[in-house]
């Protein structure tokens, strides 16, 4: 599904040049500071990606269009905000309170990211919509559910773990591709244009527990798709619940 080489991180330069000393680590605590709606709309023109770190949960009842997706309850969410922001581009943080947007601006201090947070959606969701501004909304499905609209129609399932991960155990029928190869990285544009799902196709995406794959919706979104639901429990939740699994070689397993 993927080229036969390394995937590098979209900030890895930054991350090169912290390692070199020539980004230096924040050495006092960062503060974000809040922004209007109307503010963070003309920021959004101007190229400023949003970075909505709600749980997917609140992030799929309504968000800002083009918002990635991640986790800030996630221990690897600086990484992924890395993975799937482009290199050097300035970004703003969308959270649940003001005290999460000065713990997301915080943790992203570790990898020198924090100096590229513009400042926060004060106010969250809530004054965006206050203010007149539209939301889009990701549906989230039960595994039960998907079960049986699998059975029943034919729903697309997209699993975006890892390799390791799909070969102990994957949906049959299901396709592959990890999120990290849905976002620009660096030398390697994103590789959406492999899947064989087009953007008009419902499509039910997993991971193990349900967060990567509400940040690959986020990145799905961006570039089209339309039909998109969000596996609440991920394979975590299909397995517990006794449903079929096969391996990487095809054959009906457990993980």
Same mark, same amino acid.
């Given at each position: 599904?993927?080229? *036969? ?7 890895? =330069? ?20 809040? =922004? ?5 709309? *003309? ?72 100096? =590229? ?68 990285? =660096? ?51 299909? *397995? ?16």
């Amino acid at each position: 599904m993927q080229d *036969e080489q390394p995937v590098k991180p979209a900030n890895i =330069l930054n991350i090169v040049a912290t390692n070199q000393g020539k980004r230096p680590l924040t050495l006092t605590k960062p503060v974000a500071k809040p =922004l209007s709606p109307a503010r963070i709309k *003309e920021l959004m023109a101007a190229g400023h990606a949003v970075v909505d770190a709600r749980s997917s949960a609140t992030y799929g009842a309504g968000h800002i269009a083009g918002a990635y997706n991640v986790q800030m309850d996630s221990t690897e969410f600086e990484q992924r905000v890395g993975w799937v922001v482009p290199d050097n581009t300035p970004i703003i943080l969308v959270t649940d309170s003001d005290a999460d947007a000065q713990k997301c601006i915080y943790n992203m201090a570790f990898i020198a990211l924090d100096q =590229l947070v513009t400042g926060f959606l004060d106010g969250g969701i809530d004054a965006w919509m206050a203010a007149g501004y539209p939301i889009e909304t990701v549906p989230q499905i039960d595994v039960h559910t998907l079960r049986n609209r699998l059975l029943a129609n034919g729903l697309q399932v997209l699993d975006v773990r890892e390799n390791d991960e799909w070969d102990e155990g994957h949906i049959e029928g299901a396709h592959f591709m990890p999120y990290t190869s849905l976002a620009q990285q =660096l030398d390697i544009p994103p590789q959406i244009d492999k899947l064989a799902i087009t953007p008009d196709q419902s499509i039910a995406v997993t991971c193990a527990t349900g967060k990567r794959s509400s940040t690959a919706i986020s990145l799905l979104k961006q570039n089209g798709y339309k039909y998109l639901y969000n596996v609440t429990g991920g394979m975590e939740a299909w *397995e517990n619940a006794g449903f079929k699994m096969i391996d990487g070689d095809g054959n009906v397993c457990s993980i």
